[in-house]
């Protein structure tokens, strides 16, 4: 098993978490796995998928110079970042289609030609899925960042120790565990993640659908400071926010109207992109919004 570049700190997992995770037995005195013994020391190590691909990981836990794990797994200097949060559930056929052909056409094309790094939940499902499907589709080279935590994922070679841990996207080029053993964890951590990875450059957040989790990625993603673009008609979340913003004066649930507050939009946008639209319209806006071409206000297409 392959490692990445070394690294000498101290170990950050411990071992009930790694229980948890399914990396120990429950008495947590046989390991299932070796990779995770190179996780409790805090190593960096490379994970190979079935498909042959192959993608760096590494542990974090609140003790940690950030900058400098993602350093260790070879993310270093700033960049674009495009954030992308959300689901794919209850959506019609035609939908989700339309989705997929986004992620191609658009999404993935983008973060090609800028050079952005993108950063996700990094399972194989959903928006996530389709991120990393896009990625290979056109045989993209920008890094490709899942953000999970420990404790609900399955790594490669390790089958699942409960009925809902997820695997890995296969496609992903680099994965950050972060701790924790329930959904939703990750989410301020996707957030800060992306703001280290961006420093002083431009970046975006793109959600479809979602539900609750997704609204807690949109707060943390807020508090970040970074643009939102929503696609209209991919349903749910995503649906709920471009109903609030395009008719204020009907009642909206309190956490979306709460998300929407005029004092996130001082300095930031949130636009509302329908699905229907042309391609073209959605690669300007996110295009203008990784290279700062655009003045940030609420708006509607």
Known sequence: MARCAGITSPRLRKRRVLAKSGALSQDGNKRKHL??????????????????????????????????ALNQIGLHGSRPVLVVVGGASKMSDQSMARLRLLFVNVLAPIAETLGACVVDGGTDTGVMQMMGQARAEIAGTFPLVGIAPVGKIALPDAPPSSSDQASLEPNHTHFVLIPGSTWGDESPWLARIATTLADEKPSVTVMANGGAIT???????????????????????????????????????????????????????????????????????????????????????
């Open 35 to 68: 990779l995770f013994k190179q996780f409790l020391d805090n190593q960096p190590l490379t994970l190979t998928f079935k498909n042959g691909q192959a993608a760096c990981a590494i542990q974090v836990d609140h003790s940690v110079d950030l900058s400098a």
């Open 215 to 301: 609204l807690v990625d949109l707060f943390e993603n807020k508090k970040a400071g970074r643009p939102l673009v929503v696609l209209g008609g991919s349903g749910r979340l995503a649906d709920e926010i471009t109903m609030a913003v395009r008719y204020p004066e009907q009642e909206a649930r309190e956490s979306v109207t709460e998300l929407l507050q005029e004092n996130h939009f001082q300095q930031n946008h949130l636009t509302c992109y329908d699905l229907s639209q042309p391609f073209s319209e959605l690669t300007k806006i996110i295009m203008e919004g990784l290279t700062r071409q655009s003045m940030y206000t609420v708006k509607s297409t």
